[in-house]
């Protein structure tokens, strides 16, 4: 069971939007910022988004991130084939003093 | 290009120590500035943080494995290692080794992960 929850699954049409929520509590999501993690199908996962909002070099601007307390949520515009791929959210845990995740969000493209 | 790579056997006996190292190029392994770090993935189930570690050897571990782990470096290689004892078959799972970033709190490069699975 993970610190942070997200839902199992979304999907979407090429080109609609859709967004993935994710939850904590306040030693993770309520007190630190939140990073998304996009793992494409038999790969390692990849920096998507750091800080709440901010896109690392090479990352689309169709991924976008929110934070306002929790839940924090990723969205993605324009949805293409290629996004198809688990999202994982992560945040600093103060108790832990280490990272925790969300359990994963798989998109399925329509 | 910062690269890592993980290296160690794919196939460990139940009670074992599990071992791995990871391999850093193109990058310093001597900064304050980020902390290297070892997360794993059972077959088709979510990330778990296992621990990290500073080039100046300070370590934290995730409690739930905490008593089974040990994180080291070896900063002359560009390596950091992974030992996990009395491993049972729950520990079966691809393994990554990643860099943390301190400002970001967040994982900037990861290797390619390395499947260890966990049977006699």
């Known amino acids: 069971q993970s610190v942070l929850t997200q839902p199992p699954s979304v999907s979407g049409t090429p080109g609609q939007t859709v967004t993935i929520s994710c939850s904590g509590s306040?030693?993770?999501?309520?007190?630190?910022?939140v990073n998304w993690y996009q793992q494409l199908p038999g790969t390692a996962p990849k920096l998507l988004i750091y800080?709440?909002?901010q896109r690392p070099s090479g990352v689309p601007d169709r991924f976008s991130g929110s934070k306002s307390g929790t839940p924090a949520s990723l969205a993605i515009s324009g949805l293409q084939s290629e996004d198809e791929a688990d999202y994982y959210c992560?945040?600093?845990?103060?108790?832990?003093?280490?990272?925790?995740f969300g359990g994963g969000t798989k998109l399925t493209v329509l | 290009q910062v690269q890592l790579q993980e290296s160690g056997p794919g196939l460990v006996k139940p009670s074992e120590t599990l071992s791995l190292t990871c391999t850093v190029s193109?990058?310093?392994?001597?900064?304050?500035?980020?902390?290297w770090s070892w997360i794993r993935q059972p077959p088709g189930k979510g990330l778990e943080w296992i621990g990290y570690?500073?080039?100046?050897?300070?370590?934290n571990y995730n409690p739930s494995l905490m008593s089974r782990v040990t994180i080291s470096v070896d900063t002359s290689k560009k390596q950091f290692s992974l030992k996990v004892s009395s491993v049972t078959a729950a520990d079966t799972a691809v393994y990554y080794c990643?860099?943390?970033?301190?400002?970001?709190?967040?994982?900037?490069?990861w290797g390619q992960g390395t499947l260890v699975t966990v049977s006699s």
């Open positions: 990643a860099r943390g970033r301190q400002e970001l709190n967040a994982f900037d490069y």
């Open positions: 193109g990058g310093s392994v001597t900064s304050d500035s980020w902390y």
């Open positions: 570690l500073y080039y100046s050897g300070s370590t």
């Open positions: 306040s030693s993770n999501i309520g007190s630190n910022t």
């Open positions: 800080s709440n909002n």
């Open positions: 992560a945040a600093w845990d103060d108790s832990l003093n280490g990272p925790v």
